[in-house]
């Protein structure tokens, strides 16, 4: 990547607004980001960058929350994705990763268009802990073939029905646990170049300032308004991996 171009000022903006859309909602990050990196950047530096940037918003987001933490909501969700990463990374050795995404963005498209244009959606009381073990295994699936660490497990509190504050201690650290395990399964890809170490060195003024931004007007958010922006991400999630 060129630094005199524009290309420099549209990965720090880039990096900015993914930061930025993750300290409010607590996940997209990486598609975000990803949305401009994939035109300026190899895939092979959008993958490091990712990885190294996701994991300091995340684990800075969680450690904001780690207060409120309920312990007895979490386990089930990280046991289950401990289970179904492996079973996530074996699929993605032999399944065409283009029909994966494809058909989880139509998914997630049809699921957000649903909720959306509907006032509300009954809360799903039923099941308990094996249920949301079910719920965290599936998203563990889903993060070991697509990297998306948080999508399954966001759905699924909102059909709990749990207030936002609730939500988000869930699904981050949820996230967080998946993505590790996730990184962990399927290996380095490609060693880590001085162009990325300088990437990332560049963007991170940017991360951290989207990062407390969104954190800020987190916070400023009612039921309703989280609500819709988290249907409104799963909605460009979704258009993302159709695209």
């Given at each position: 990547m060129d630094g005199l171009s524009l290309e420099l000022p549209l990965f720090v903006v880039a990096t900015f607004a993914g930061a930025f859309v993750a300290g409010l909602s607590g996940f997209a990050f990486?598609?975000?980001?990803?949305?401009?990196?994939?035109?300026?950047?190899?895939?092979?530096?959008?993958?490091?960058?990712?990885?190294?940037?996701?994991?300091?918003?995340?684990?800075?987001?969680?450690?904001?929350?780690?207060?409120?933490?309920?312990?007895?909501?979490?386990?089930?969700?990280?046991?289950?994705?401990?289970?179904?990463?492996?079973?996530?990374?074996?699929?993605?050795?032999?399944?065409?990763?283009?029909?994966?995404?494809?058909?989880?963005?139509?998914?997630?498209?049809?699921?957000?268009?649903?909720a959306l244009l509907r006032p509300a959606i009954a809360p799903v009381k039923a099941g308990g802990a094996a249920t949301d073990a079910g719920a965290g295994f599936l998203n563990g699936v889903l993060g070991g073939i697509t990297g998306l660490a948080g999508i399954l497990v966001t759905i699924w509190c909102g059909l709990r029905g749990w207030p936002k504050d609730v939500q988000r201690t869930v699904f981050q650290p949820v996230a967080v646990a998946t993505f590790l395990m996730s990184a962990l399964w399927i290996g380095a890809k490609g060693a880590i170049t001085p162009d990325s170490i300088k990437l990332f060195l560049v963007g991170l003024p940017a991360l951290l300032a989207g990062t407390w931004l969104g954190l800020k007007l987190f916070g400023r958010l009612d039921e309703a308004a989280f609500r819709k922006v988290v249907l409104v991400l799963l909605l460009a999630s979704g258009v993302f991996l159709i695209i």
């Amino acid at each position: 990547m060129d630094g005199l171009s524009l290309e420099l000022p549209l990965f720090v903006v880039a990096t900015f607004a993914g930061a930025f859309v993750a300290g409010l909602s607590g996940f997209a990050f990486g598609l975000v980001a990803a949305s401009i990196w994939l035109y300026i950047l190899t895939p092979l530096q959008t993958a490091t960058l990712i990885i190294a940037f996701g994991l300091i918003v995340q684990g800075y987001a969680v450690w904001k929350l780690r207060m409120s933490l309920d312990w007895t909501k979490l386990w089930p969700f990280v046991l289950g994705a401990a289970l179904g990463v492996p079973v996530g990374v074996n699929i993605l050795t032999w399944a065409n990763p283009a029909h994966v995404r494809a058909g989880v963005g139509a998914f997630l498209v049809l699921y957000s268009l649903y909720a959306l244009l509907r006032p509300a959606i009954a809360p799903v009381k039923a099941g308990g802990a094996a249920t949301d073990a079910g719920a965290g295994f599936l998203n563990g699936v889903l993060g070991g073939i697509t990297g998306l660490a948080g999508i399954l497990v966001t759905i699924w509190c909102g059909l709990r029905g749990w207030p936002k504050d609730v939500q988000r201690t869930v699904f981050q650290p949820v996230a967080v646990a998946t993505f590790l395990m996730s990184a962990l399964w399927i290996g380095a890809k490609g060693a880590i170049t001085p162009d990325s170490i300088k990437l990332f060195l560049v963007g991170l003024p940017a991360l951290l300032a989207g990062t407390w931004l969104g954190l800020k007007l987190f916070g400023r958010l009612d039921e309703a308004a989280f609500r819709k922006v988290v249907l409104v991400l799963l909605l460009a999630s979704g258009v993302f991996l159709i695209i």
